[in-house]
């Protein structure tokens, strides 16, 4: 159930990329050097460490090893410090967090439509449905529909950079510092509104193909982090189907990007404080933008250049 916890932060990206398709964007992020993007943070003492940007899914192990500079940097880290390991086990328990408790279904929360739509988006995929998932919350729902589209599409989270690095870190055996956790981003999940997760869940009903994918794939892979941004950047004030999604959705934005940015942005802050040598493996999603990790860093006085 490790995907549950975890996808919609990916497929947050994938819904308003292609708001980012077309337009003249503003360069702020200078680019000496194809590929997956790696900044280097230093305080006024000079202390260092290295943000990389990180997915969760890619189609294959093409990308393996990275451009020397982002493998030096790793090798010169003391330990790596990401969101929460995507490779731990999964513990047993992980399911009964999405399931209802109040004697609800998910068609109490949901609306008919989306509810339908998710249903024969199952059915596409495992032929019948009898009911079985009714009990779990619309975060489930998102996850699975969103888990069969990206295996459907040729994606697997056993390519994502972050298991590259964690897998990477643990073979050498550097410890791996887990900056939330599971349980963290599962209460985070947990706390998202009905309304975006109705959203969500239609989209990813609907969108079966992989143009999202294949574009979001591209932008990293290139290393286009304007065209990233652009698209984060843009999501912050969208404007939705009606009132209602418009408030639910700058919620989630403040909820997914501006708070959890901060606190990234803090464990930074703190380990340059402890003169800890530390490579960050942070989804790419978290660093870029108006709210990135990399703008709140620069606007508190640190100097972040991109390698």
């Not at 280097?40 to 890619?58: M, Q």
């Not at 004697?103 to 024969?120: Q, W």
């Not at 990135?292 to 991109?306: D, I, N």
Request: aromatic share 14%; proline share 1%.
């Amino acid at each position: 159930m490790k995907k549950a916890i975890s996808v919609i932060l990916l497929s947050v990206i994938i819904c308003i990329t292609s708001a980012a398709l077309s337009g003249c964007l503003y360069m702020s992020y200078s680019q000496e050097r194809q590929g997956p993007a790696m900044w280097i943070v230093e305080d006024k003492d000079g202390n260092r460490c290295y943000l990389f940007g990180t997915v969760h899914t890619a189609k294959n192990a093409d990308m393996y090893p990275f451009a020397d500079v982002i493998e030096d940097a790793y090798s010169y880290c003391k330990y790596i410090a990401v969101e929460y390991d995507v490779t731990a086990p999964e513990g047993s328990g992980d399911l009964k967090q999405f399931e209802y408790t109040d004697g609800t279904t998910v068609k109490d929360h949901l609306s008919s439509e989306t509810y339908e739509a998710a249903v024969s988006a199952v059915r596409i995929y495992e032929g019948e449905y009898d009911g079985k998932y009714d009990k779990y919350v619309p975060a489930y729902w998102y996850s699975l529909i969103d888990s069969y589209n990206t295996i459907n599409n040729g994606y697997s989270d056993e390519y994502g950079s972050d298991s590259y690095f964690i897998n990477k870190a643990k073979n050498d055996g550097k410890d791996v510092f887990e900056i939330e956790g599971a349980a963290k981003q599962t209460e985070i999940t947990l706390s998202l509104s009905d309304t975006v997760m109705d959203y969500f869940i239609s989209q990813a009903s609907k969108n079966r193909g992989s143009t999202g994918l294949d574009y979001y794939d591209a932008v990293y892979k290139e290393g286009s982090m304007d065209l990233l941004s652009y698209s984060v950047n843009s999501s912050k004030n969208a404007q939705y189907g009606s009132a209602a999604l418009n408030v639910a959705m700058s919620e989630y934005y403040d909820i997914m990007f501006t708070q959890r940015n901060n606190a990234l942005a803090l464990a930074v802050k703190k380990c340059l404080a402890d003169k800890d040598r530390v490579f960050f493996a942070l989804s790419i999603s978290r660093l870029v933008g108006e709210d990135g990790v990399v703008s709140v860093l620069q606007s508190s006085g640190y100097r972040v250049v991109r390698k």
